[in-house]
């Protein structure tokens, strides 16, 4: 702004109530009580300027409250909200499954049941009505199922294989800590090509896996893990087939939280509205626990194999 501006000097400008006049020019002030006035005038607008341009740069940045855009930050704060109520379910399915077990000696599986059956509708119901309107109650209420389920297998493996449940959390929580570390450094993106290649490998995977359980319900295949339990000889060694697997399907969960992280990115990017933070984080939690479920069965198949 100008404000040194001669046009700002023009009497059109001034207060004709508040100017005195001087003989022979009515209404007009005197060339130096014109250019006091002018200068009083231009030192207050510099004055309110200047408070407003401080109390800018005092004030808080506008986050994502005040803009209604998605952050990382807000994202974030979303994301650790559902793992917290997963958390909470998670140890009273826990409870919930280890129960019985003084009594009659094996543990129940209803809450893995319950949360698995739950959690699955959910998944369904969030994922296909998203796109018109997103319901935070239906997130929570799939990351309460999902903490039914992940306490249920565990403590039922927790009897298994005592300590298994702590190997798979730190495997977990390893795998994610290095996906989020490359993807924050830039060493590591989402790609078309890779995206293609994923998707190729979900659909063989999922049909994999439907055959494995349907070979398992048959008793067409006697072993506990059906097809993921055949053993493969390998330079003298026998390795078995779910180890193999399940070491490219880790790798799969790794790039599908890529595609989490970077689809927080473009939304943040974008300028997404800011409940659309609420996908981002079911989308992460729904990958993580994918990942923790066969980190726990690789480890379950090589600890019994041993």
Avoid: C
Wanted: charged share 10%.
């Amino acid at each position: 702004m100008a404000l040194d501006n001669p046009a700002f000097n023009n009497p059109a400008f001034q207060d004709s109530k508040a100017a005195k006049t001087y003989p022979g020019r009515p209404g007009l002030q005197p060339p130096a009580a014109q250019t006091q006035t002018a200068s009083a005038q231009h030192a207050g607008v510099d004055a309110a300027a200047q408070a407003q341009l401080e109390g800018m740069y005092a004030a808080p940045s506008a986050g994502a409250v005040e803009t209604d855009r998605m952050t990382v930050e807000d994202t974030v704060w979303k994301t650790a909200g559902l793992f917290a109520v997963l958390l909470v379910t998670a140890v009273a399915g826990w409870v919930w499954t280890m129960a019985p077990v003084a009594e009659t000696g094996a543990p129940t599986i209803m809450p893995w049941i319950i949360g698995m059956l739950g959690g699955f509708v959910l998944s369904l119901v969030v994922i296909f009505t998203s796109r018109k309107k997103i319901r935070p109650a239906l997130i929570f209420g799939y990351a309460a199922f999902e903490g039914l389920f992940v306490g249920g297998i565990s403590a039922f493996f927790e009897i298994q294989w005592e300590g298994i449940v702590l190997q798979a959390t730190l495997g977990t929580l390893s795998v994610v800590g290095v996906t989020l570390a490359l993807f924050a450094s830039g060493k590591i993106r989402a790609s078309k090509k890779a995206t293609k290649v994923f998707m190729i490998a979900m659909v063989g995977y999922l049909v994999f896996s439907l055959l494995n359980l349907v070979l398992m319900w048959t008793g067409i295949s006697s072993d506990p893990w059906g097809l993921f339990g055949t053993s493969i000889g390998i330079g003298g060694f026998s390795i078995p087939l779910g180890v193999i697997i399940g070491v490219l399907v880790v790798i799969m969960a790794a790039y599908s939280l890529v595609l989490d992280f970077d689809s927080i990115q473009q939304g943040v990017r974008n300028g997404a509205p800011r409940q659309y933070g609420w996908l981002g984080g079911f989308g992460i939690m729904v990958t993580v626990v994918w990942l923790y479920i066969e980190i726990l069965r690789i480890i379950a198949i090589v600890r019994g194999s041993n």
